[in-house]
């Protein structure tokens, strides 16, 4: 089991930054990929971003360019850096581990790879 706790969402304004932690506990993180969805009431949940227990990343084209995601091992936390913030970023957040070490089979990742999941973390951006 991985225990995941997102926090670092708020209200911001458009064009502004925040930056999402997720801290994971339970099985050993570093092995974990990690990955951010993104979901807005009443529809489906979205990839946003993942990254390999090696490192390596992957972006939606939605937030290629703005969005940055990392991991810190050794503090068993990942990251999501958001910059130039636009109202349709507006969602609620999630982290989530995938019990493997690459980040997905298919071209972007799917949420049914992903097994573990925190209890999200609204961002709204103001217009």
């Known amino acids: 089991q991985v225990q995941l706790v997102e926090s670092g969402g708020g209200l911001v304004q458009s064009g502004g930054s925040l930056r999402l932690s997720c801290a994971a506990s339970?099985?050993?993180?570093?092995?974990?990929?990690m990955g951010w969805f993104r979901q807005v009431l009443g529809k489906e949940r979205e990839f946003v971003a993942a990254?390999?227990?090696?490192?390596?990343?992957i972006y939606a084209d939605s937030v290629k360019g703005r969005f940055t995601i990392s991991r810190d091992n050794a503090k068993n936390t990942v990251y999501l850096q958001m910059n130039s913030l636009k109202p349709e970023d507006t969602a609620v957040y999630y982290c989530a581990a995938r019990p493997r070490t690459s980040i997905t089979i298919h071209q972007y990742p799917t949420s049914d790879e992903y097994n573990y999941w925190g209890q999200g973390t609204q961002v709204t951006v103001s217009s």
């Open positions: 339970g099985r050993t993180f570093s092995r974990n990929a």
């Open positions: 990254i390999s227990w090696g490192g390596s990343t």
